[in-house]
């Protein structure tokens, strides 16, 4: 009886260590995909960011030219 009860315990502690080991592989799987879309919103950020400083230097530009078509005429 002891045998069997001490078998048992056995049985369970390797299966809560092969448990353990599959949801680290699992849990480092999400956190592997989690780093990689941050990394993805930080790059779409910053394309972002610098789009609209060239958009923003644009207007400047063409709100000047119009300033000067205008006071030239």
Not at 30 to 44: G, N, P, Y
Not at 50 to 58: A, P, S
Request: proline fraction near 0%; charge should be negative.
């Amino acid at each position: 009886m002891e045998k069997q009860i001490l078998d048992l315990l056995i049985t369970i502690q390797q299966d809560i260590k092969q448990i353990k080991t599959e949801m680290n592989t699992r849990f480092n799987a999400v956190v592997s995909k989690l780093e990689d879309i941050r990394e993805h919103f930080e790059l779409t950020n910053e394309a972002r960011v610098k789009d609209v400083g060239f958009i923003e230097y644009k207007v400047n530009r063409l709100e000047k030219e119009i300033y000067l078509i205008k006071n030239s005429q």
